[in-house]
């Protein structure tokens, strides 16, 4: 049973900087390209980032490329997510997902973190 749980999340105004972390247990880490996702209030489910299984590849929304960086350490299991220059649009629930694919769409992940707020005042 893979696990997923991330953490990191918070207040923050506006051009400030998180960085959300996401530690996978269960299963092989390097077998999965990692995903992060974010969902605001009354939205879909929206595509932030993916890296893929030996964090060689990324791959970045348009809304947050430049912005947004994820990577990944595969000793220990864990993908990130550094949030610069956050905005008040980034408000959402941050959540990170493992897939034996390196896709974009929700569907193509087979497990699923908790989430995390991430709120940016302005």
Known sequence: Q????ES???LVQAGGSLR?????SGRT??????GWFRQARA???EFVAVINR?????YYSSSVAGRFTISRDNAKNTVYLQMDSLKPEDT???YCAAS???RTQPTDYDYWGQGTQVTVSS
């Open 2 to 5: 893979v696990h997923l749980v």
């Open 8 to 10: 990191g999340g918070g």
């Open 20 to 24: 959300l972390s996401c530690a996978l």
């Open 29 to 34: 880490f390097s077998g999965y390209a990692m």
């Open 43 to 45: 939205e879909e489910r």
């Open 54 to 58: 030996s964090g060689d590849n990324t």
């Open 92 to 94: 959402a629930v941050y």
């Open 100 to 102: 034996q694919m390196y």
